[in-house]
């Protein structure tokens, strides 16, 4: 079976997990207004000091700018991470018969808050460092730190799930992430490479045939076009970030103990890895 082919039938299964329980597309909304505030938050305040003072003392590597970066990261790392495990709670749960509410999730995701804390504090702290190595290398350098971002993205695919289903700290579970994936060498790529293909396409392709149609009829139909092309892009995003979540859980499940959660075909998900072979 090719690879596409499997996409899509992962994100078959995937959309009809999602589909007995819209609600979950939620956790994502929610996410991206937290981040829109965080975002306010930070850049109101450099632009209401004179945005030239903060490229000042980034060029100047003033440690107080590098501070503040940090805890940008940092705080976005939370967030994301927060409402990511709100979801996963709920996927899980839900792939074991229950009927989570919202409140389940973002219950769950409180209770695993020393995890979520510690986690959002190690990732964040790669980024910012691979971020600095990036600044002070060449173009073969930057190389290198893109790929060793890859490689730590590939290999915490499954941190998250751990910290949710089985409470272990940031350390421990990078650990078993990193053991699940020497384990099997992954196709992970396939359920974020692949889905961002196919959303791709089908976000680019309203867009143009909304441009399209509005160059052709009239310049101002724009201001019809435009809100819907906005809301169709945010809500195609947001369906997205959570079919990828559910396969990511589906993923675990099945690194975990070998067998897929109702509703995802055993073979397939199995096909969407490669036994690693002892030479």
């Not at 499997?6 to 997990?17: E, H, K, V």
């Not at 209401?48 to 970066?69: E, M, P, R, S, V």
């Not at 792939?95 to 808050?113: C, I, K």
């Amino acid at each position: 079976m090719g690879k596409f082919s499997r996409t899509w039938q992962l994100m078959g299964a995937s959309w009809r997990l999602l589909k007995q329980d819209k609600r979950l597309v939620v956790y994502p909304l929610l996410s991206g207004l937290v981040l829109a505030l965080v975002i306010a938050s930070f850049a109101v305040p450099i632009f209401a000091t004179g945005a030239q003072t903060y490229l000042n003392a980034a060029k100047q590597h003033d440690a107080n700018f590098y501070i503040g970066l940090f805890l940008f990261y940092f705080v976005n790392y939370f967030v994301l991470i927060f409402f990511n495990s709100a979801l996963i709670a709920c996927v899980l749960r839900q792939m074991e018969g229950g009927e989570p509410g919202l409140g389940y999730g973002l219950h769950f995701a409180w209770q695993r808050l020393p995890q979520i804390f510690g986690w959002a504090l190690l990732t964040s702290s790669v980024g910012f460092i691979l971020r600095l190595i990036e600044e002070r290398v060449g173009f073969i350098g930057r190389i290198v730190v893109g790929l060793l971002g890859m490689a730590w993205s590939i290999t915490s695919f499954l941190v998250v799930p751990v910290l949710v289903a089985e409470g272990k700290g940031p350390i421990e579970a990078y650990q078993q992430s990193v053991a699940m994936f020497k384990r099997t060498w992954g196709e992970q790529i396939i359920g974020n490479v692949s889905f961002g293909l196919v959303f791709l396409l089908l976000g680019i392709v309203p867009v143009a045939i909304a441009v399209l149609l509005s160059a052709i009829i009239v310049p101002v139909a724009l201001v019809v076009i435009l809100p819907l092309v906005v809301i169709y892009l945010i809500a195609l995003a947001l369906v997205q970030s959570t079919l990828q979540t559910i396969y990511q859980v589906a993923i675990y499940r099945y690194a975990t103990d070998g067998k897929a959660p109702e509703g995802f075909d055993n073979q397939l998900i199995a096909e969407s890895f490669r036994v690693k072979t002892k030479r």
